[in-house]
């Protein structure tokens, strides 16, 4: 089946903690992809840091530690695979953490994993995709002797920001940030505030199918209904898988006071309308309606299926429908098309491992999840 499984794997790794008023978990779920990478290497490097060692810890400081993680997680990476810088492997990560200090959220994001604040009833904040189309990433890239085709980086890669792809980074003259692929991570800094509820630091394997405002109902729901941050990053995970995600996924959810509390006899919906779900990306399911995560385990829990909408006679959809993934099947294609951080340029027989990165930095500390998560589309 390509880069795809015959079903999902659903097991999860979890991680979590809590500090003073706010508590945190990650998930990480392989799904229909054929690998999983899972790591902490961004966590010491970080930590590892000139600004971070002998700098304070003050908000400009812990955005300077961020950034410059971001450059020496490059050198790292080319030190410790040398396969990299001669092009046998293609791989790359997108990646976005953040610090979490008693006074202020410290938000670093590069490529399309996306960071998602939510305070005060609604999304606050949600960090920018980048994407070769975007005018900023395609005069660098034009600048860097190279070329924006089809919406992707010479043709290939389609986000314009990511640490490794070092194909992408070959001319000499330039520095990492002046590169057709840049490393360098967009650097956002808030004051805490007691209305704040809630960050979602999640890869593109959820957003690809979830819209900001979609994700702040469903983590508001969870926590409505009585989950913990652990639970709710796991559900997360289903519910994505459910939409018809075929990405690894990871996530983390930090929660801070002012988060919904739990509602004695609330249930969370089974399924929850997107009315920003195409918007910005394409969705695997009709506008409006999506499938269950009853509805996508009960299949997977009966043998290998994937999930889609039967359209009616309005072109809408009417409903969830299972269907058993045989090899050859049109269902084995990556939903994602060219919203997936994928390298095209070999074809078939080139299945280069990409990753995708979530972190959560608590101001003492920090944790980190990347997932194996983009190959070439069959």
């Known amino acids: 089946m390509g880069a795809f499984l015959d079903k999902p794997a659903v097991e999860k790794e979890n991680h979590s903690?809590?500090?003073?008023?706010?508590?945190?978990?990650?998930?990480?779920?392989?799904?229909?992809?054929?690998?999983?990478?899972?790591?902490?290497?961004?966590?010491?490097?970080?930590?590892?840091?000139?600004?971070?060692?002998?700098?304070?810890?003050?908000?400009?400081?812990?955005?300077?530690?961020?950034?410059?993680?971001?450059?020496?997680?490059?050198?790292?990476?080319?030190?410790?695979?040398?396969?990299?810088?001669?092009g046998e492997d293609r791989s790359g990560t997108t990646a976005v953490s953040a610090f979490v200090t008693p006074t202020h959220i410290?938000?670093?994001?590069?490529?399309?994993?996306?960071?998602?604040?939510?305070?005060?009833?609604?999304?606050?904040?949600?960090s920018n995709d980048h994407k070769p189309t975007n005018d900023e990433e395609t005069k660098r890239i034009t600048a860097a002797e190279g070329q924006v085709v089809l919406g992707r980086v010479n043709g290939n890669l389609a986000v314009s920001r990511a640490l490794g792809d070092f194909v992408y980074k070959d001319v000499d003259a330039l520095p990492a940030e002046k590169q057709k692929v840049s490393p360098e991570p967009d650097m956002t800094t808030f004051e805490r505030s007691e209305k704040d509820e809630f960050l979602v630091l999640a890869c593109d394997g959820i957003w690809d199918v979830m819209s900001n405002e979609a994700a702040y109902t469903f983590v508001c729901n969870q926590f409505k209904a009585g989950y913990t941050?652990?639970?709710?990053?796991?559900?997360?995970?289903?519910?994505?898988?459910?939409?018809?995600?075929?990405?690894?996924?990871?996530?983390?959810?930090?929660?801070?006071?002012?988060?919904?509390?739990?509602?004695?006899?609330?249930?969370?919906?089974?399924?929850?309308?997107?009315?920003?779900?195409?918007?910005?990306?394409?969705?695997?399911?009709?506008?409006?309606?999506?499938?269950?995560?009853?509805?996508?385990?009960?299949?997977?829990?009966?043998?290998?299926?994937?999930?889609?909408?039967?359209?009616?006679?309005?072109?809408?959809?009417?409903?969830?429908?299972?269907?058993?993934?045989?090899?050859?099947?049109?269902?084995?294609?990556?939903?994602?098309?060219?919203?997936?951080?994928?390298?095209?340029?070999?074809?078939?027989?080139?299945?280069?491992?990409?990753?995708?990165?979530s972190a959560s930095a608590e101001h003492k500390g920090a944790s980190e999840a990347t997932d194996g998560s983009d190959k070439n589309e069959s």
């Not at 060692?53 to 961020?66: N, Y």
């Not at 410290?106 to 606050?124: E, F, P, Q, T």
């Open 17 to 86: 903690g809590s500090c003073d008023r706010l508590s945190y978990a990650l998930a990480a779920m392989q799904g229909w992809r054929t690998e999983m990478e899972v790591g902490l290497e961004f966590v010491n490097i970080l930590t590892s840091t000139p600004t971070f060692k002998e700098g304070d810890k003050t908000p400009e400081h812990l955005s300077k530690s961020l950034r410059q993680a971001h450059f020496a997680m490059d050198e790292y990476l080319k030190e410790k695979f040398p396969s990299l810088l001669t």
């Open 106 to 126: 410290i938000i670093a994001n590069c490529g399309d994993s996306r960071a998602v604040l939510c305070s005060d009833g609604g999304v606050k904040f949600g």
């Open 229 to 357: 941050p652990t639970e709710t990053c796991n559900r997360l995970l289903d519910y994505c898988l459910s939409l018809g995600s075929k990405d690894n996924m990871s996530a983390v959810v930090v929660k801070f006071a002012a988060a919904p509390e739990k509602v004695e006899g609330f249930k969370a919906p089974e399924e929850i309308p997107d009315p920003n779900q195409g918007a910005d990306r394409e969705s695997p399911t009709p506008q409006g309606h999506v499938v269950g995560i009853e509805t996508i385990l009960s299949a997977i829990m009966q043998g290998g299926a994937t999930v889609s909408s039967s359209p009616g006679e309005d072109g809408e959809g009417d409903g969830p429908v299972v269907e058993q993934v045989t090899d050859g099947d049109d269902s084995t294609e990556d939903s994602k098309g060219d919203n997936d951080n994928n390298d095209t340029s070999n074809g078939d027989s080139d299945e280069q491992s990409r990753a995708d990165t």
